[in-house]
């Protein structure tokens, strides 16, 4: 069999051990309630998953229409915020905003890989300053302010699609409002072979397939362990009431990497840099320690193998025959995305950055060889 492109996860590209990426001083940082209180462990990969309790950003705005503004950075009056659509993906470098919205007063400077710890969180100097890495992950010598004293050497992040707030108020309002209608009018709950959520409604499946309401569902797990507004009551079957609970356990964070690859880029390449830049960004679980804030997330107990994640998932998509024409038939997605190369990882972000990058790859090649609705074998 053949298909219109090559993809396998042989391809990725290497993360770098102990340097999940971002640096970005913030001047402003979050109410410190907002946020469950988790301590980072030392070490040079990450440490972590699991029991964040409850709490989590947005404080009172504990609905999906307050998550969609927390994450947009959009107020009532305004359509969106000023830093919204910089250029990104892998021609346009993710943009360095020079605001984060003046509703959060966030200044981000440079986005640079950096040391950090196995949770993310960064190494500092002696000094106090971010300690900024090379391409092969030495240390870059530092000036008196903590500037890298050869920038030419820094490697920056890119963000890609995840520069979300492009809709108006409105817009991202009534889609909230849909995402909780159609999950409690929802007569069975599933998730597709990427982990999404799969929803049957009037007998049809209908996937989550929007990144806005995805990365919506990322935050509020992350950092209350619930989607707003919803309860167990209001889903069908108990399978995943874990997600309404307001209770962030492992299984949540599990879920939360399908959710955070559904919102970005299908072809790009998943980073821990990238990761730690978008929770940061985002105010999940955010610390200040001097002029640095970031996020912790604890990873210790977060586990992931991809034979035992993808073996024997079945997904029907076109396969094109040798005579040119295209035919629908089942595939085994370990071994028509992976080649059955095996991946594992635990107890750092790494482990985790690979989870989410490998629901990346499926969601492509879902989306690649999708069967068009009126196709039939």
């Known amino acids: ?57 947005g404080g009172s705005r504990g609905s999906m229409r307050g998550r969609f503004r927390d994450i947009t950075g959009e107020d009532e009056d305004s359509d969106r915020p000023d830093w919204a659509g910089q250029p990104g993906g892998k021609t346009g470098g993710g943009g360095k905003p020079a605001t984060a919205g003046s509703k959060r007063g966030d200044t981000f400077g440079d986005l640079w890989v950096i ?58 309002d009534r889609r909230a409002d849909e995402v909780i209608a159609i999950l409690q009018d929802a007569t069975a709950i599933t998730t597709d072979a990427a982990g999404r959520l799969v929803l049957t409604v009037d007998g049809e499946e209908k996937t989550i397939d929007s990144p806005l309401e995805n990365l919506a569902i990322y935050v509020a797990l992350l950092t209350t362990g619930s989607i707003p507004g919803l309860t167990p009551d209001d889903l069908a079957g108990t399978e ?90 089942s595939l085994d997605v370990y071994e028509a995305v992976f080649g059955s190369a095996d991946a594992s990882d635990s107890g750092s972000l790494d482990a985790y950055t690979l989870a989410a990058d490998d629901a990346r790859e499926v969601i492509e090649f879902i989306h690649e060889y999708a069967v068009p609705a009126a196709t039939t074998n």
């Not at 069999?1 to 993360?15: A, D, I, V």
């Not at 980072?40 to 950003?57: C, D, E, L």
């Open 115 to 172: 040391l950090r710890d196995d949770n993310g969180v960064p190494i500092l100097t002696a000094e106090g300053w971010v300690q900024p890495l090379d391409a092969d992950g030495n240390l870059i010598p530092l000036d008196d302010e903590g500037h890298p004293v050869d920038e030419s050497l820094v490697v920056e992040v890119e963000l890609g699609r995840l520069n979300v707030g492009r809709a108006p108020t409105k817009v991202l």
């Open 1 to 57: 069999m053949t298909f219109r492109n090559t993809l396998s996860g042989l391809g990725r590209t290497s993360l770098l051990a102990g340097a999940a990426a971002l640096a970005f001083t913030l001047y402003t940082a979050a109410t410190p309630d907002a946020y469950a209180d988790q301590g980072g462990q030392g070490g040079n990969k990450g440490q972590g998953a699991a029991a964040h309790g409850k709490g989590g950003s």
């Open 240 to 329: 995943y009431d874990f997600l309404v609970d307001g209770v962030f356990d492992a299984r949540d964070l599990e879920a939360s990497a399908s959710f955070l690859a559904a919102a970005t880029d299908k072809t790009g390449v998943f980073t821990s840099d990238e990761i730690a830049y978008i929770d940061a960004f985002l105010n999940i679980n955010t610390t200040t320690t001097g002029s640095a804030t970031y996020s912790v997330i604890d990873y210790s107990t977060f586990s992931y193998d991809r034979s035992d994640t993808y073996s024997g998932v079945m997904v029907d998509v076109l396969v094109l025959q040798s005579d040119g024409t295209y035919k629908v038939e």
